[in-house]
């Protein structure tokens, strides 16, 4: 076998690396799809492919249950019975920038949160400074909003008390769409990676298990040295 570092010429890359090439004579993905793949992997660190299938699974899952949570969470306490909680009084203040109110800002902040996630991903990945500046002003606008109707109640006079409740609503759902969309790209991530290796002469190495030493074992190997 040969490691895929070897196409890069670099032996230092070689070092840990969880991709294989079988055969370099064959068709190979580029380097910058073979380093991000190695990225994937050494950040989510599968055992083996088994293991990466199931981590698809799982994470698809829970991030589709995350999605439907949010999406029921966000019309009860919204749509549902957000007058009874006090978004209908007209006295509440509507938001500094652009004067939205909080219906508009439950949708925004959702949406903010979810391409921030994914922009931050991707510079992670890509090691992309565009898009992870982007993502960061987008989690700034996306707090500002969650923030800002416990800020109309600690340093203004409008302040009431259902303006609690709406911050603390519009960050669960900040929360959740953040957990949940990490879920759904990884899984797409993996997904991508599966299906390289299923495409090309590459080869998942397994992953070693942590050698765990205890007491006895110094203690034996102090044993069995022969003394001078």
């Known amino acids: 076998m040969v490691d895929a570092g070897v196409l890069s010429l670099d032996d230092k890359s070689a070092i840990g690396s969880r991709l294989e090439v079988v055969d370099l004579e ?67 203040p509507v938001s500094m920038i652009f004067g939205i109110n909080f219906f508009q800002a439950s949708l925004l902040i959702p949406v903010c949160v979810l391409v921030a996630t994914v922009l931050l991903m991707h510079s992670r990945e890509r090691n992309n400074w565009q898009s992870g500046a982007i993502g960061g002003v987008l989690l700034i606008v996306a707090l500002y909003f969650t923030l800002e109707p416990v800020g109309w109640l600690i340093f203004t006079d409008y302040g009431q ?62 044993e069995d040295t022969p003394s001078a």
Do not use: C, Y
């Open 161 to 222: 008390s259902s303006l609690v409740l709406q911050s603390l609503r519009i960050g669960a759902l900040a929360i959740m769409i953040h957990f949940a969309s990490n879920m759904i790209l990884d899984s797409i991530l993996l997904t991508w990676v599966e299906r390289m290796i299923q495409s090309f002469p590459i080869e998942l190495t397994e992953l070693d298990e942590p050698l765990l030493l205890g007491s006895g074992d110094f203690d034996n190997d102090e």
């Open 26 to 92: 064959a068709n190979l993905p580029r380097p910058e799809n073979l380093e991000l793949a190695e990225s994937v992997l050494k950040r989510l660190q599968p055992k083996d492919q088994h293991e990466m299938g199931q981590m698809i699974h799982s994470r698809s899952v829970m991030g589709g249950i995350l999605f439907t949570v949010i999406a029921i969470f966000w019309w009860l306490t919204v749509s549902v019975i957000g007058d009874k909680l006090g978004d209908a009084d007209a006295d509440l």
